[in-house]
Each structure stands twice: as C-alpha cells, then as structure tokens.
C-alpha cells in the first residue's frame, strides 16, 4: 500500500534517474521471496488496498492511469503469496504459517470477491464474511 503513498516523493528523489522503486517484479524475477504487511499504523491495514496496489501500482482513485513503473506489476497470485507465505517466510514461520495445510495454523477469511477471478478493483472493494483462528469461528457476517 505504502508505495502508492510514496509516488511523489519517490519521484522527486529519483527525477533524472532510471531507477525503479518497490521494484517488486525484478526482485521477484530475480528469485527474491516477497513479504509483504501492511505498514500499519502508518497506512491502512487493509489487505485488499494492498492488493489492488501490487497489481496495479495505483492508487485506490485509479492514479495515475495504468499505474506507476507498471512494469513492476505483480499478478493477483504474487501478491497474495507475499501477503501470506513471504510474509510467514520472513518471520521464520513458514513450517507454522504461510498456507493451508495439515500441520499449520488454520486462520483464514472468507470472502465475498475471489481475488483470483474478479477485477483488481473489485479486489479493492472485497468484504470479510467470516473470519477462522486456530480453527475456530471467531467472527461472521450475517
């Protein structure tokens, strides 16, 4: 989410220079493991805004049009696999975290939006239905 916030002010940095910035596609490319979060408090928790962000390089508002350095642009997949198994590779949890499997903790959401089919900016706008922590129902939309 926080490159979106970065635009300007990575761009008055970098003007006169060819460099990329939240270069997520090259250093995915080059075998990188993402780990993404939030960056919460500073910007919003939502993972879905976070969504949108990778895979557009734009901001909630759809600026600027076709995204900023959008040949950084990660697929919906990426971005989900940052969010979750690079973000549990980083904190040494993924034999824990990271996926659903026998084994591993079972925290989960369930959604109204499948990421996977629906428009980026369908993604941005996806609700929690339930919400599942070690297994158990701890929260569900009516």
């Not at 962000?53 to 940052?82: H, I, K, N, Y």
Request: hydrophobic residues 40%.
């Amino acid at each position: 989410m926080h490159c979106t916030s970065d635009i300007d002010l990575v761009d008055s940095l970098l003007a006169g220079h060819d460099l990329a910035s939240y270069a997520w596609r090259g250093m995915l490319n080059a075998g990188v493991t993402l780990a993404f979060g939030s960056d919460a408090p500073v910007e919003s928790p939502n993972p879905f805004a976070a969504l949108y962000a990778a895979v557009t390089r734009a901001r909630p508002d759809g600026t600027p049009a076709g995204g900023w350095q959008p040949e950084q642009r990660l697929t919906m997949a990426e971005a989900v696999s940052a969010h979750t198994l690079g973000a549990a590779c980083a904190a040494s949890e993924q034999n824990r975290k990271g996926i659903l499997a026998p084994g591993k903790l079972a925290d989960f959401i369930a959604v109204d939006t499948d990421p996977y089919r629906e428009s980026p900016e369908a993604v941005l706008h996806t609700k929690v239905m339930t919400t599942v922590v070690g297994g158990e129902v701890r929260c569900q939309q009516p």
